[in-house]
């Protein structure tokens, strides 16, 4: 393993939105100090490339190119939203 993480993980800058309306939504309530650029600074986000789309597109933060690589060549995926559910959903 190349890294290990020290605490916790901020899954809201681990995988960003970078659909313009979706990255608007996660800019918005992360704010300037915690929001990752798209473009234009030295810290952007990675984006990843998928096979199939569900119509939505992620990048990863900028310290883990090791997970954009393994994305990329389909040895990795991310699942979002997992755990125990706090309601029944209808």
Same mark, same amino acid.
């Given at each position: 393993?190349? #890294?290990?993480?020290?605490?916790?993980?901020?899954?809201?800058?681990? @995988?960003?939105? +970078? @659909?313009? *309306?979706? %990255?608007?939504? %996660?800019?918005?309530?992360? +704010?300037?100090? &915690?929001? &990752?650029?798209? *473009?234009?600074?030295?810290?952007?986000? &990675?984006? /990843?490339?998928?096979?199939?789309?569900? #119509?939505?597109? %992620? #990048?990863?933060?900028?310290?883990?190119?090791?997970?954009?690589? /393994?994305? #990329?060549?389909?040895?990795?995926?991310?699942?979002?939203? +997992?755990?125990?559910? &706090?309601?029944?959903? +209808?």
């Amino acid at each position: 393993m190349v #890294g290990s993480l020290s605490g916790g993980n901020d899954s809201n800058n681990l @995988i960003v939105p +970078t @659909i313009s *309306s979706e %990255y608007d939504d %996660y800019a918005a309530i992360r +704010t300037d100090l &915690l929001a &990752l650029p798209l *473009s234009g600074a030295p810290n952007v986000v &990675l984006p /990843l490339s998928a096979d199939r789309s569900d #119509g939505h597109e %992620y #990048g990863v933060h900028p310290a883990c190119p090791e997970l954009a690589t /393994l994305f #990329g060549e389909s040895k990795l995926a991310f699942l979002f939203n +997992t755990g125990t559910l &706090l309601h029944p959903m +209808t």
